[in-house]
């Protein structure tokens, strides 16, 4: 993908005591430890107490089956495991958590088959943050994005509260979202499958059922390694569809905004206009399809003629290709 957005796109080792702890987690509760389940179908709000008992090993079990939704675990202690599903579908899919602002005091790992990894890493939680560089490296850990795939449908978080905080508060607070993924069951994960381009059937629904729908130049395309992530900066000339706060107006009155592809995929700055439509993901605008204007608009037009379109592109046939 180098022709412009050549566009038609479609851990450290955790502790001795933390790992005979989440080894348990793996396998099943046995009598030391007692477990608690609870159900929900999007969210989960908790709190372990005011006061930290050191004899305490509950892990609290959560299971959670929607797309999205947020956890909050104040005055944490124990451990909280989390499951994920995307309903009742069983398809695989991309989890990806962001924490809030006020997220400190665990560790979280994902489970995997024989081993457990860190999703986010603790190395900072212990510090005071009483220097710049600390307090910068802090918050780009809380501003980032964490992701994780699903395997046989499901996913497993396990959150453990840090002991020896000297009596702060600990708080686990995080949005998460689940994307299904579209490669064949039993097979791994395409890394290309965002990159490549929309078929019409795609396009089509697409531009009736995305967050957002513009007709934009691109302004400045940037690489962010650490998110492995481009970010493209657009310059909206029309607006077709958007949930609220998705592009905002300059002081000129035109709308700006930024979308992002993955990294892998090689977008580079290209001319003219495109159709761009994507999804807001955890406060972010995920690029899905984004063609040529013109192109879009004479397929537009086409499958309007053969009555195959899913909504009115009246607004698209009858606009200007400039």
Excluded at 19 to 38: E, G, N, R
Excluded at 135 to 158: N, P
Excluded at 241 to 249: D, L
């Amino acid at each position: 993908m180098n022709d412009g957005v050549a566009l038609l796109l479609r851990v450290t080792m955790p502790s001795v005591r933390t790992q005979a702890v989440l080894l348990w987690c793996l396998v099943s509760c046995v009598v030391w430890v007692h477990c608690h389940y609870t159900s929900d179908e999007c969210d989960w709000i908790g709190s372990s107490g005011l006061s930290e008992d050191p004899d305490n090993k509950s892990v609290q079990q959560l299971y959670l089956g929607c797309s999205k939704g947020r956890v909050d675990w104040d005055y944490a202690y124990g451990a909280i495991r989390i499951t994920f599903q995307y309903g009742n579908s069983g398809k695989d899919f991309q989890g990806c958590i962001k924490p809030s602002s006020k997220f400190t005091g665990a560790n979280i790992y994902v489970e995997g088959r024989t081993k457990l990894e860190y999703l986010i890493h603790p190395k900072l939680q212990d510090k005071d943050h009483n220097n710049a560089e600390d307090e910068g490296l802090w918050k780009e850990l809380l501003s980032r994005t964490h992701c994780f795939e699903s395997r046989d449908g499901r996913a497993t978080l396990f959150a453990e509260a840090m002991p020896n905080m000297d009596g702060k508060r600990k708080t686990v607070s995080f949005e998460y979202d689940l994307k299904v993924n579209h490669h064949q069951q039993g097979k791994s994960r395409d890394t290309f499958e965002d990159c490549r381009p929309c078929n019409e059937t795609e396009l089509m629904t697409a531009f009736c059922a995305s967050d957002f729908v513009v007709k934009s130049k691109i302004k400045e395309v940037s690489d962010d390694l650490s998110e492995k992530e481009t970010r493209i900066e657009l310059s909206i000339g029309t607006i077709y569809s958007q949930i609220e706060g998705v592009f905002t107006n300059t002081k000129h009155g035109r709308h700006t905004g930024t979308v992002s592809m993955p990294l892998q995929c090689g977008v580079k700055h290209g001319s003219g206009h495109f159709l761009m439509t994507g999804s807001v993901r955890l406060g972010k605008n995920h690029l899905t399809c984004a063609p040529r204007f013109s192109e879009f608009r004479k397929i537009a037009k086409e499958m309007t003629e053969k009555g195959l379109n899913e909504c009115d592109m009246s607004d698209v046939i009858n606009s200007p290709e400039n």
